[in-house]
DNA sequence: GATGAATGAGGTTTCATTCAT
DNA sequence: GATGAATGAAACCTCATTCAT
């Protein structure tokens, strides 16, 4: 990718993050990316597929993250720590991708909606294997599973609503600080866990 | 109000937590109303006066609620559970209000923006106070409050994105959850509470 | 139709004539029409819509001519006389309808050209059809009934780029000159016709 | 010519008679050509200089074919013979040429267009001189000269529109049909000519 | 109260063309 | 000789809004 082709995607992320995608226009991308109008379309199809290029390339990151969480351990805890703190480290990193990828979805037109749309299920389909291997063997407990997810998920999204780089918590604080929650909210017991440290949630 | 100017307000509400504001054009939102759009305008000022009515009562009925819901009780504890209890319930009854109200800030452009904003503040003041109160008075803990009343509050307002009337779960027994939730997130001691009953979060 | 709406169609037509479909912008065309090229979309859908209105109304009626001038009579020499007649006049005297229906088929994109080509396949068939009577009862002749057909279309087709209603030459006198060069093109001996007037071609 | 010119100008030369000038972008240009769009400018100057060449180069020749056509014989009705011969053969074996030319004179701009008219008035100057000293001798006869003229060479030209190389009809076969319907359009006495052979127009 | 007609401004995208490499 | 990058102008079309009826 070009120096420009990066910049053009940059763009793309901050603006469509900020005003949406209905709420930018191909103007204003093309001011931000420092190009002409006309030259935003070396670097991409239409506005729409830039969309896709930027959701899809995110998805698809956080899907191989997850795999690669997944894959540390056999243990469902330690899994669902793994897919936490990635996920919530992710949230706060880069959190125009995931705000983008977030609140887009609606903004695309068919087919690429579903493919998005596969994409985000196979990643949520990773949180849900985990939780479901935990719940069976009894290391996670949930009275509506279902809810827990989603509810979990919710929270650890939210980060990228709020994390601020320049606070007073690092990106290590806060996935810590996630992990030990996502425990409590799966009825994991604390004190059997890393030595019993007190860990505030 | 006329039958009319309710059906376009719905209208407005369905259509801009769909597709937003800015995804949202004015004939699509006549013919949802069952109207004209030229008789839209009877109706309502442009079309971001019909978003800034739709936010500010939403958020004005959010704030008198929260209001009610601290009034119920001096007790920071108590004053918290309500007051989860009154956001989950107006998040998952009303996903459209809070779905707009979250999601369309940015389309406002000044001062309607300002407006909203500071209501909006208005309320998370109320959550603020509470919680103030509450971890001078030791009842509540958290290393880093601010962070946690932002991930309280995304936790709770997540049910707006997916809360199924339909679904397994009541109302009622949603904003139990949530409210048992929300103590544990803040470190309140359930055994002391309600008979040590065996809260399954 | 509104006095706009025929103003529209009347400016569309001479443009699409004058300068061919992609030739003439849509301002061009508002700007003829006496309207701005906003308010050009009241009365069209797409300019290429427009475009399919005018080739099918044209060509609707040009079958519908046919069909009234092949029931005239069930002699195929007679029917035959009337196609030529009618169709010369409709191009001398509507030149534009038929310049647009005989050039811009091309600018159609499916399926609205399968529906034009449709409809001329329909108004050919029916000078086949008559050709063909003629030739089986042994009072038409031509070597090449395939050829003479398309040679005598468009040679009859020809007056709408040159025909000048100004000239000397009347639309009776035109399609009494054509009618009878038709009869000569396919072998029908002039003198058991009309006394055995000398009919100079 | 370089390969690369000849397959610019061939690409030209079947895109404008498939889709009109207007309808051709240069991008499509160069695709049929087989070069980049950039490359494009090393063998022509603008779009519409390649459309005056092609234009230019087609008529010059058939210019010089008409004035050889004349100069094979100095009588008139054998001089109509050869200019119909050579104009239905060119028109047929070069059918893109030929649409172009008759139907991209309007894509022109002055003073390109001035000039083109130029070459096809005197081509048409050629049949007009042709024509006038056949009716001087008296071996031509038409009551409307001018419109014989237009009929004439409009029905001719119309091969470009339908003949098929791999038809029924040869070139040569064509040429003979026209030539006899031209001579029997302009009055010429076909029992006098060819030993009185029975020539089925 | 209701709406068809109208529009200036702006939407996204494509145009023919140039130029540095 | 060839081309990727770039662009001002203009393409078609839709926008939110107004107004006479």
Redesign the pocket.
Known sequence: M?P?AVRVRRAALELFAERGFHG????QLAERAG?????L??YMG???ELLVALMTDSLERLVADAQAAVATSSDPVSQLEALVRMHVTAHASRPLDTRVGDHEVEALSEPARAQVVTLRDRYEQLWQEVLAAGLEDGVLRSEHPAVARRALLEMCSGVARWFDPAGPLTLEGLADHYAALACRLLGVSPPTRRGGADICV
Request: charged fraction near 20%; aromatic fraction near 6%.
């Open positions: 070009t420009t930018t226009g191909i103007r190009v002409s109008s006309a030259s379309y070396h239409t506005k729409e």
